[in-house]
């Protein structure tokens, strides 16, 4: 008896398989000398403890492994399991488990009994076959394979985020040249080195494969909600991988230079199948060999001119500032006795190419590309100036000037110091100076906001809310900031005596501003019905093509001047 364990143990040894035994009743358990070995633990020891198992699997395998025993202990179910063990060392391998119970006569459970068998070099050749059969084995990318799934994979997490995703086809522009004339050694140097460079440009979660020979692929997930934005995105991606692909490569001692051709094309959830992606991919890589090389096309149309479009207005915005081309357009701000209280300064840019661009068509741009900073700051030291120069004349030196502020500008962290700045240097009274900012702005950064606007609050720059009721309006960050004015937005005054709700959204927010102490000014009042509404539920300023249309300084001055022949208004 004692000759056959010894024999079993040894077995055991060679096999590298252990066994265990539980007597139900009793609660005892056995481990033979290869299950401790397995483990890494002493045999003079009692085996461990249920509760301390867990120290000897990963959580994922307890998981499991617990899952099946509480199992087993219940209705008896044997298991087979493949499970990741931790050895006293830390060192991690895995383990093929199986277990059963044994019932007596009468049916009841009384041993629990397993096998463990050690197979990590088995899941170490399953792994090295998978990765050989999802990896190219030259730049270690993805493969079609394993590229073919992430796109799949892509297109399901988009479809259910609605964000957009970008396939980018990549391919070097004479590849061919450099592998006839420095052989294919050097050829898969620069493949290799291409491969490193193009991981460095994306971010985790985008994926990098090699389809073959010269030509890679590139998947971008979590692209902009809205199709032209995340055309945009993707743009600066590409822009990213020409420049960083066109540095000179050392490879083996040859200077050598290479471009790539890219081609993309933008897609989300429900679309076609992965082939026919990557072929709109192709095709684009091909338009884009045809400009020319070393460059990029979007396979949309619509998208290639919307980039090309927008990529055109900022080069001209760049220069806008520098050539004078700003312009301010003054739209008269009126109280209920038609008296003109001041003006909104609206930006226009005098491009000579594309003539008179209202502030949304680049206004959005100029935010993004950070032109916006120096731009704002035009339009206060201007506004400022004009102030200045109002400031001599009795018709006009109690006018207030209302400045859009962005938020770009807003959230800088000196702004504040620059606005006193510029009312130092321009030496104006500071409330005659009004700043608009949008609910969007105030909620970006509470903290910041409320700082910010206690500061040029206290030295007298007033504040008024712009585009009021159409964000998320909220009584609790009202109270705490120091608005002197809500802008009741125009969309609610063009529907007053259209919408019977929009009356109601009218009045309760003049009775909002009433309870908070703040005046209230109605934007894009354009009819005497309009006007005798707000005027009938307490809102007393007024600004909108009924008064005027926003005009340049003369036009406004010529405004100013003609109160008296004009019977609508007078200067306040
Ligand atoms: P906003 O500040 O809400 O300006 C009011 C807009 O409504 C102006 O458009 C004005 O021309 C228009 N408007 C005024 N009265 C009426 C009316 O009775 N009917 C209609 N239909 N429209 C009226 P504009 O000049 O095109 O400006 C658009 C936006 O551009 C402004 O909206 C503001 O957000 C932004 N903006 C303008 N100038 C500047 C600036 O200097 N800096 C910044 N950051 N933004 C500016
Ligand atoms: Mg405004
Ligand atoms: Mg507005």
Known sequence: MKESTAELQEAQRISHVGNWQLDVATNHVVWS??????????????????????????????????????????????????????????????????????????????????????????????????HLSDYDTLTQLPNRRLLMDRLKHATASSSRSKKNCALLFIDLDNFKTLNDILGHDIGDMLL????????????????????????????????????????????????????????????????????????????????????????????AMYQAKKAGRNTLR??????????????????????????????????LQANHNRQITGAEVLLRWQCPKRGLVPPLDFIPLAEETGQILPIGQWVLETACAQLKLWEGNSLTRDLQLAVNVSARQFHQADYVEQVCKVLRSSAIKPDRLKLELTESLVLDSIEDTIIKMHALSEIGVHFSMDDFGIG???????????????????????????????????????GMAKSLRMDVIAEGVETEAQLAFLEQHGCIAYQGYLFSRPVPLEAFEQLLNQTHSYPKYSVA
């Not at 010269?214 to 945009?232: G, P, R, T």
């Open 298 to 331: 979007f396979y949309d149309p619509e998208m290639q001119a919307a980039v090309i479009a927008r990529a055109a207005l900022e080069d001209d915005l760049r220069h806008a500032l520098a050539k004078n081309q700003f312009k301010l357009y003054f739209q």
């Open 472 to 510: 998320y309006s909220s009584l609790s960050y009202l109270t705490q900031l120091p608005f002197d004015q809500l802008k009741i937005d125009q969309s609610f005054v063009r529907n007053i005596s259209v919408k019977p709700s929009n009356e109601v959204i009218v009045q309760t927010i003049i």
């Open 192 to 283: 290799k080195k291409v491969a490193e460079r193009l991981s460095a440009c994306i971010r985790e979660g985008d994926t990098v494969a090699r389809l073959g020979g010269d030509e890679f692929v590139i998947i971008l997930e979590n692209m902009s909600e809205n199709v032209l934005e995340a055309a945009n995105q993707v743009e600066m991606v590409g822009f990213k991988i020409l420049t960083t692909l066109n540095h000179p490569y050392d490879l083996a001692g040859n200077h050598h230079i290479s471009t790539p051709s890219i081609g993309i094309t933008l897609f989300s959830g429900h679309m076609e199948s992965m082939e026919a992606l990557l072929k709109r991919a192709d095709i």
């Open 33 to 130: 000398d290869e299950l401790y070995r397995m483990f890494g633990l002493n045999s003079k020891l009692p085996p461990p403890n249920y509760a301390e198992h867990f120290r000897l699997f990963t959580s994922e395998s307890w998981e499991r492994l617990s899952a099946s025993m509480l199992r087993i202990q219940k209705t008896g179910d044997p298991y087979e399991l493949e499970l990741e063990m931790v050895r006293a060392n830390g060192e991690c391998r895995w383990m093929l488990a199986r277990g059963e119970a044994l019932r007596n006569t009468s049916g009841a459970i009384t041993t629990l009994r397993g096998v463990a068998m050690d197979i990590t070099e088995r899941k170490s050749a399953e792994e090295q076959i998978k």
